[in-house]
C-alpha cells in the first residue's frame, strides 16, 4: 500500500447492531507534530463527543503504519440520519485538513495549495464512502459513460415524441436543395479539417492557402476535428516538471479519477456543488491582473472540493445555508408569486473574478446555469438545456482588436478567451478540447499597455466579448459594397393601402443614413401582374421604367444599370422616390406576381449579394410561386385541430436557398387586410437568414397607428447596423454537442449556421445535449464566433464566450434553472411541434414540461405533502410563463385567430432575442397614475420613474387607476372608469374621463410633472426595440378593452383556464 492513505469501510453484524468501522492508515513520516481526530460515539439515548490529542511521537512508537479507528453505532436496520452523515464527512474533512497544514501561506487554502514536491511524501487517495447497508462498487464511480441519446431532442414530454423541428435538425432537409457555392460539401470538410490543422494562429502570410468556402473561412468544429485526428492528431500536453510518477494502484484499490481540467489560468478549481460557499481568500489570484497570477513552474493541479466530494461518494460537503433559488415554495398558497422587480437572469455560480470575466447575459445565456454532469442526470432533471443568443446586438462598449495573428487552437479552432490556460510565458491550453498551443510572437506585445511578455494582459483574454478585424485568409473574394434592393406591390390593393407614400418619405429622410461607404448600391423593382425595372444610371434626364411582361421566363433587361451607386446616381434617385407615389394611382390590375418579381431579384443580386427587401399585400396570384386560401374564417376559434401552419409549397424556401448561396437575404414587409398565406412567404425569410414584418389591417388614412408603427419600424430598418456574407459558429466544451437550432439562418454543416445578412435585432436558440460525461471538469465553455463583413467592407469577426460550472448533484442543478431561458427555449421548440406535428401536441408538450419537473423535484424533496404544489425558487414561475405561452396567439386555442397572426407571432418566438421574446409571453403591467421619483433612475439627464409590476390579473385593476401594459410590441394605457380628473387632464390632455376619445394613439407633450414623468417612463420602455410599440389608449367598458383583458394571462377566459385552476390541473397530473 506505500505511503497512501485509503479509508476503507467494513460491516459487521451481530445480534442487535450494526457497527461501521472507518480505518486511515497513514504514513507516520507524514503526520504532523499534533494530529487531532474527533472519536464520535452515537447511541439511541446520547451523543459523546471527544477529542483525542496525539503527539506525532505516539503515533510514530508503531512499528507498523498506524491504524487509527472511529466508529460508529446504529441502531439495529437503521437507516443513518442526514446528522450522522454529515459528521462522518466533517470527521473526513478535519483529518484531511490536519494532514495538508503547513507552516506556510498555504494555510488560508489547504485544498487548492501546496509547496513543491510535497506530494512526494504525501499522496492521498481517497475512495467512494457509501453509507448505504449494502456494499458498492468503487469501481463504478470512476467509469465514464458515454449516454446515446436515442432522440437528438430534448424531451419535454415523457409520454410523446421529442420536439424537433426536420428543417432545423443539423443538415437542411432532404428536400431542400444544395445551395449555390464553390464547392461541395465533401470539399467544405476537407478544407475545414485542413484549415484547422495549419497553425495555431490566423496571419496574414502569404503563403498561406486560401480557402474557397465559407464553412472553411470560420474553421472547423471539434466534431471535424475528430474525424481527422488521424492525420493530424494533437499531441498530448508536456509533462508536469518536477511531478512524482504515480505509483501503480493496487488490484484492490479503486482507480483515481482523471484530474480536472484547469479553466482560467490561476483560479483554483470549483467545487461542483451549488452551495454558497466563499471562496477562501488568497486564493492564488493576483488582484492585479485577474485571471493569471504569474507563470507557474508547477502546474500540477492539486485536489480541490470537486475531487474530494467525489471521493466521498458525492457526498456534499458544505454546511452552509441552503441558496435561495432551493427554497422550497408551496405555488397553491404562494398568491404573489410575481416579483415587484424584473426578473433578471441568475448570476453562474462562478468565483469573482470568473464572475467579471464572464459574457453578458444580454448576448449569451444557458437555461442551465450549472450544467449537469451527464446526460442521465439532466434526464432525471427534465429541463431542457440550450443556449439563447443575440450575437449582433448593439453594443456601447466592444473592445476591437487588430492584429495580424488572431490566436486560436489548433484542433477545435476556438478562439483565445479570458478562460484558457497559460501553461508558461510561451504555451496556453484550449478550454474546449484542452490542447495545449505555442503563443505567436507578437501575442506577446500588449497594444494597451505597450509592454512585451505579458500575454495574459491582451485584451482577447480579458474581455469575453470581442471583434477582430479579419485579415485576408477570412476572405473569399474582396468584401462585397453594401446593396440594396427594394421590391414593390404596386397592384391595386397595395396603391389603395397608401404605403407607398411612407416608404418613400422615409426613404428620402434617411438616404444618407444607409449604412455603407462610397460603394454603396441601390436598386428598385415594381410589380403587379408585370415586372417593372428602373434604370438609374448616371448621365440620364430621368428614371426609365422598363417593363418584363413574360412572368414566365423572367429576364433582366439591362442588367448593369438596375443597381447603381447610390451617391454618383442621388438625383434620379430622389426623383424616383418622389414620383412613386403617384405613379400607379389610377391603376386597376389585381394581380400580384411576387414569385417572378423574386426570381427577378435573384438574378439581379447574385452577382454581389445583399438585402432585398420585399413590400407585399396580398395573396401571390399570379406565375410561380401562386397560393390558394387556405384559411376558414370559421375556423379561427376552433379548439380542436389548428391547419395549415406548414408552407403550401417549397417555392418560396427553395428560392430563399439559392439567395442564401449568393449571400443574399431577404426581408418581408406583409401589408395585409386579408389573408396572404403568411405560411409560405415566410419561408423566403427563414432560410436567407431575413426579417419578417406584419402590419394586420394596414391602412394609410383608416389605421394610422399602423401607418405611424410602419414610419417607426422603417426608421429602424433602413439605419440599424448590418452585417453581409455572413457565418456563424457555435463551439462547446469536448462532451457536449448540439443538436438543433432556431432562428432565421441555413445550416451549411453540422454545426455551421449561414447568414447571408446579420442585424442587431436577431436572436438565435439553440439546443444542447450531453454526449460524454463531464466528471473530469469542473467548468464548461460555449463559444460564438460570428464572421461578417461590415457596411463599410471590413471583414470582422464577433466572439463571445460563455463560461458555467458543472455540477454532480440534482439539488444543483434545480438550483441554477434559467427560467426565462427555459421557457424561451420550450416556445421554440414548441413551433417546431406545432408545424412538424399539431397545436395540440405541442400545447400538451408544454404542459407535460411543467408536470415533469416539478415531479421531478417532488421526488427529491422529504416530507412532501401530495396536497401541495412545490417548486424550488429557481422555477416559481415556470408554471405561470407556460401557461402565458398557452395563451400567447402563436399557440391559444379557442379565442378568435387569425391564421396570418397566429404564423407570424410563431415568426417572432422563432427569431427575437429573449428580452423581447419574454414581453411577448409574459407582458409587464404597471400602475402609472401615481409616478413619483422613489426608485427612479437617470437616463441621459432625464428622470426615468420605476413603478413596481403588477401581476396580470383584473383583481389589481381599479377604476380608480390609470394602468399601463407593455407587451413588447404593443402598449395598453387602460383608464378606469372613475380615474382622477387631474391625472387625465395633466397627461391626456382632456377634462375628464367622458371626453377622452376612443382611438387615442398618441401622449400629448404637456408641461406638467404627470405628463412628464409618464412620458419619460414609456420612452425608456421604446428604446433599443426591435420594432416600434404601437400606443392604445383603452377606456374602461369600451369595446377596445377586449384585447387588453386577454393579455391578462393569470384570469380565466371561456377556453383557458385561470392561473390557480392551471396549478391544480398541474397537480392532478402530477398525482395520477
Not at 108 to 115: A, V
Not at 673 to 701: E, N, R, V, W
Not at 837 to 845: E, G, K, P, Q, T
Not at 906 to 911: A, G, P, V, Y
Request: contains cysteine; hydrophobic residues 35%.
Amino acid at each position: 500500500m506505500g505511503n497512501k492513505c485509503l479509508p476503507h469501510r467494513m460491516l459487521q453484524q451481530s445480534g442487535h447492531s450494526e457497527r461501521i468501522h472507518f480505518l486511515v492508515i497513514v504514513q507516520p513520516s507524514v503526520i504532523p507534530h499534533r494530529f487531532h481526530l474527533l472519536h464520535h460515539t452515537s447511541t439511541t439515548s446520547s451523543r459523546v463527543f471527544q477529542d483525542a490529542v496525539l503527539s506525532r511521537g505516539q503515533l510514530q512508537a508503531f512499528h507498523q503504519p498506524s491504524i487509527i479507528s472511529s466508529e460508529t453505532t446504529l441502531a439495529p436496520r437503521q437507516q443513518p440520519t442526514a446528522t450522522q452523515r454529515i459528521l462522518l464527512q466533517i470527521l473526513y474533512l478535519v483529518l484531511l485538513c490536519k494532514m495538508f497544514s503547513l507552516s506556510s501561506p498555504a494555510q488560508s487554502y489547504p485544498l487548492f495549495y501546496q509547496e513543491p514536491h510535497q506530494h512526494e511524501h504525501l499522496q492521498l487517495q481517497i475512495a467512494q464512502l457509501s453509507l448505504e447497508p449494502q456494499l458498492h462498487s468503487h469501481q463504478s464511480c470512476y467509469n465514464r459513460k458515454e449516454n446515446q441519446l436515442q432522440h437528438p431532442g430534448v424531451s419535454i414530454d415523457s409520454q410523446q415524441a421529442s420536439m424537433q423541428y426536420g428543417d432545423y435538425v443539423n443538415n437542411q432537409a432532404s428536400s431542400a436543395p444544395t445551395p449555390l457555392s464553390s464547392t461541395s460539401d465533401d470539399e467544405e470538410e476537407e478544407e475545414e479539417d485542413e484549415e484547422a490543422g495549419v497553425d495555431s494562429s490566423s496571419t496574414t502570410s502569404s503563403a498561406s492557402p486560401m480557402p474557397n468556402s465559407y464553412d472553411a473561412l470560420e474553421g472547423g468544429s471539434y466534431p471535424d476535428m475528430l474525424s481527422s485526428s488521424a492525420s493530424s492528431p494533437a499531441p498530448d500536453p508536456a509533462p508536469e516538471p518536477d511531478a512524482a510518477p504515480a505509483p501503480a494502484p493496487a488490484s484492490s484499490a479503486p482507480q483515481p479519477s482523471k484530474m480536472a481540467k484547469p479553466f482560467g489560468y490561476g483560479y483554483p478549481t470549483l467545487q461542483p456543488g451549488y452551495q454558497n460557499a466563499t471562496t477562501p481568500p488568497n486564493s492564488g489570484v493576483a488582484p492585479s491582473s485577474p485571471g493569471y497570477s504569474g507563470f507557474q513552474p508547477y502546474p500540477q493541479q492539486y485536489p480541490g472540493m470537486n475531487q474530494l466530494s467525489s471521493g466521498l461518494g458525492g457526498l456534499s460537503l458544505q454546511s452552509s445555508p441552503q441558496p435561495e433559488s432551493l427554497r422550497p415554495i408551496n405555488l397553491t398558497q404562494e398568491r404573489n408569486i410575481l416579483p415587484g422587480t424584473p426578473v433578471w437572469a441568475p448570476v453562474p455560480n462562478l468565483n469573482l473574478d470568473l464572475k467579471k470575466l464572464n459574457c453578458s447575459p444580454d448576448s449569451f445565456r444557458c437555461t442551465l446555469t450549472n450544467i449537469p454532469q451527464t446526460q442521465a442526470l439532466l434526464n432525471k432533471a427534465k429541463l431542457p438545456l440550450g443556449l439563447l443568443l443575440h450575437p449582433f446586438r448593439d453594443l456601447t462598449q466592444l473592445p476591437v482588436i487588430t492584429s495580424n495573428t488572431i490566436v486560436r487552437c489548433r484542433s477545435c479552432r476556438t478562439y483565445i478567451n479570458p478562460f484558457v490556460s497559460f501553461i508558461d510565458q510561451r504555451r496556453w491550453k484550449c478550454n474546449l478540447c484542452y490542447r495545449v498551443n505555442d503563443v505567436p510572437e507578437e501575442f506577446m506585445y500588449n497594444p494597451l499597455t505597450r509592454s512585451y511578455g505579458e500575454p495574459h494582459k491582451r485584451p482577447e483574454v480579458q474581455n469575453s466579448t470581442v471583434e477582430f478585424i479579419a485579415s485576408s485568409d477570412y476572405m473569399l473574394r474582396p468584401p462585397q459594397p453594401a446593396v440594396y434592393l427594394f421590391v414593390l406591390d404596386v397592384s391595386h390593393n397595395a396603391v389603395e393601402a397608401g404605403y407607398l407614400t411612407i416608404l418613400c418619405q422615409s426613404l428620402l429622410e434617411n438616404l444618407d443614413k444607409l449604412p455603407g461607404d462610397s460603394r454603396t448600391r441601390i436598386g428598385f423593382m415594381t410589380f403587379d401582374s408585370t415586372i417593372h425595372f428602373y434604370n438609374l444610371q448616371e448621365g440620364l434626364s430621368q428614371p426609365q421604367m422598363l417593363i418584363v411582361s413574360d412572368i414566365d421566363d423572367v429576364f433582366l433587361p439591362t442588367p448593369d444599370s438596375l443597381l447603381v451607386n447610390l451617391y454618383e446616381s442621388k438625383e434620379l434617385i430622389k426623383d424616383l422616390l418622389n414620383a412613386l407615389p403617384d405613379m400607379f394611382t389610377n391603376t386597376r390590375e389585381t394581380h400580384s406576381a411576387l414569385g417572378p418579381a423574386l426570381q427577378a431579384a435573384f438574378k439581379l443580386m447574385s452577382p454581389t449579394g445583399g438585402r432585398v427587401s420585399v413590400f407585399q399585400t396580398q395573396l401571390p396570384s399570379l406565375g410561380a410561386g401562386l397560393l390558394q386560401s387556405r384559411e376558414d374564417p370559421n375556423q379561427r376559434s376552433s379548439t380542436k385541430v389548428v391547419q395549415h401552419l406548414g408552407p403550401a409549397t417549397d417555392f418560396y424556401k427553395k428560392l430563399a436557398l439559392d439567395c442564401s448561396g449568393q449571400q443574399t437575404a431577404v426581408d418581408l414587409f406583409l401589408l395585409s387586410s386579408q389573408y396572404s398565406d403568411l405560411a409560405s412567404l415566410a419561408c423566403m425569410s427563414k432560410y436567407s437568414a431575413g426579417c419578417i414584418y406584419y402590419y394586420p389591417s394596414f391602412h394609410y388614412t383608416h389605421n394610422p397607428s399602423q401607418a405611424e408603427k410602419l414610419q417607426k419600424d422603417l426608421k429602424r430598418y433602413l439605419t440599424r447596423k448590418i452585417g453581409f456574407e455572413a457565418v456563424m459558429r457555435i463551439r462547446c466544451t469536448k462532451g457536449l454537442s448540439m443538436h438543433t437550432f432556431h432562428g432565421n439562418f441555413f445550416v451549411r454543416s453540422t454545426d455551421l449556421l449561414s447568414l447571408a445578412n446579420i442585424n442587431p435585432d436577431a436572436g438565435f436558440a439553440v439546443q444542447l445535449s450531453i454526449e460524454e460525461n463531464l466528471t473530469d471538469t469542473s467548468l464548461v465553455c460555449f463559444q460564438t464566433a460570428l464572421l461578417y463583413t461590415s457596411s463599410k467592407g471590413e471583414r470582422r469577426i464577433r466572439v463571445h464566450t460563455l463560461c458555467l460550472p458543472v455540477v454532480s448533484s440534482l439539488a444543483d442543478v434545480y438550483a441554477g434553472v434559467d427560467v426565462q431561458a427555459a421557457i424561451c427555449l420550450l416556445a421554440n421548440m414548441a413551433v417546431d411541434r406545432s408545424v412538424s406535428s399539431s397545436l395540440s401536441d405541442a400545447r400538451d408538450a408544454l404542459v407535460n414540461a411543467v408536470v415533469d419537473s416539478l415531479s421531478a423535484y417532488g421526488s427529491t424533496v422529504s416530507n412532501l405533502q401530495h396536497s401541495a404544489l412545490i417548486a424550488p425558487s429557481s422555477l416559481k414561475l415556470f408554471p405561470l410563463y407556460v401557461l402565458a405561452l398557452l395563451k400567447q396567439k402563436a399557440f391559444r386555442t379557442g379565442t378568435s385567430t387569425r391564421l396570418d397572426d397566429r404564423v407570424y407571432a410563431m415568426c417572432q418566438i422563432k427569431c427575437q432575442p429573449l428580452v423581447h421574446l419574454m414581453k411577448m409571453i409574459h407582458p409587464n403591467l404597471y400602475r402609472i397614475d401615481r409616478l413619483t421619483d422613489e426608485g427612479a433612475i437617470h437616463v441621459n439627464d432625464k428622470v426615468v420613474p420605476q413603478p413596481p409590476l403588477q401581476k396580470l390579473s383584473a383583481e389589481k385593476l381599479t377604476r380608480e387607476g390609470a394602468f399601463l401594459m407593455d407587451c413588447g410590441s404593443v402598449f395598453y394605457i387602460w383608464i378606469g372608469k372613475s380615474c382622477d380628473n387631474h391625472f387625465i387632464e395633466d397627461v391626456l390632455g382632456y377634462p375628464n374621463f367622458a371626453s377622452i376619445p376612443q382611438k387615442m394613439t398618441h401622449l400629448p407633450e404637456l408641461d406638467t410633472l404627470s405628463s412628464e414623468r409618464a412620458r419619460s417612463f414609456i420612452t425608456w420602455l421604446r428604446d433599443n426595440r426591435p420594432l416600434s410599440p404601437v400606443l392604445h389608449v383603452v377606456k374602461d367598458e369600451s369595446p377596445a378593452k377586449t384585447e387588453f383583458f386577454q393579455h391578462l394571462i393569470e384570469d380565466r377566459t371561456e377556453a383557458a383556464f385561470s392561473y390557480y385552476e392551471f396549478l391544480l390541473h398541474i397537480q392532478q397530473q402530477i398525482c395520477k
